[in-house]
């Protein structure tokens, strides 16, 4: 069966600090993956998708990147955080009829 | 930009009697889902309805949509205290070919009081 992993579950970082948060499926291959970000109260916001390695699209403009190094792996990646980039992020993949995320990763920017 | 708007953003009612939220999105659709995320979690799949599609039954789960109306409803009969939790509905949308993504929408907190 299908599984992805998301870690940290929790992360405080300074302003200014880097960032490098992971996800992996594992049980498919080639899966379109994303990246989401969930304001406190909020929806999700789609800030990332691939559909292959090395085939990132960004949805909106941000201090955030991703990568795609290998067919299962998705890592989302700042330089310099900024107070703003505090929320809750969901990695996912998808099959035309459902989305499956995981767990996602508090961040605290402080 | 958000598509689907969920309402009420936030219901509470007493375990054993049904919830009601509805979801108005505002493109052409494929098909709707309506996911459940526990607090600080991930979301969970409940259901997906086809835009040919009036109705559909999963457990205790009735999902409804109008497509002339853009909106889609998502009923929880005999709501238990697990069922405690924030509702979303989202729209596919194609991104290129073989590749959709998913608009979600604000969400409704659910609570079950015992």
């Known amino acids: 069966s299908q599984t992805i992993h998301q870690w940290p579950a929790t992360l405080v970082q300074p302003v200014g600090s880097p960032l490098s948060l992971e996800c992996t499926v594992e049980g498919t291959s080639n899966p379109n993956l994303y990246w989401y970000r969930q304001a406190a109260g909020r929806g999700l916001q789609l800030l990332f998708y691939s559909v292959g390695i090395g085939q990132i699209s960004s949805e909106v403009p941000q201090n955030l990147s991703a990568s795609r190094p290998q067919d299962r792996q998705f890592i989302l990646s700042s330089k310099k955080l900024l107070l703003s980039d505090s929320g809750f992020y969901l990695c996912?993949?998808?099959?035309?009829?459902?989305?499956?995320f995981g767990q996602g990763t508090r961040l605290t920017v402080v | 930009s958000q598509q689907g708007e969920e309402d009420p953003q936030a219901l509470s009612i007493q375990e054993g009697e049904n919830a009601t939220m509805n979801c108005s999105y505002k493109t052409s659709i494929n098909n709707l889902q309506w996911y459940r995320q526990n607090s600080g979690r991930g979301l969970v799949h409940l259901i997906l309805?086809?835009?040919?599609?009036r109705e559909k039954h999963s457990g205790r789960l009735r999902v409804t949509l109008d497509t002339s109306k853009k909106s889609s409803s998502l009923l929880i009969t005999a709501s238990r205290a697990a069922d405690t939790a924030s509702y979303f509905c989202?729209?596919?949308?194609?991104?290129?070919?073989?590749?959709?993504?998913?608009?979600f929408g604000q969400g409704t907190r659910l609570t079950i009081n015992p």
């Open positions: 989202a729209t596919d949308h194609l991104i290129i070919q073989g590749a959709q993504k998913l608009v």
């Open positions: 996912a993949w998808s099959v035309p009829t459902e989305a499956f």
């Open positions: 309805i086809r835009s040919n599609e």
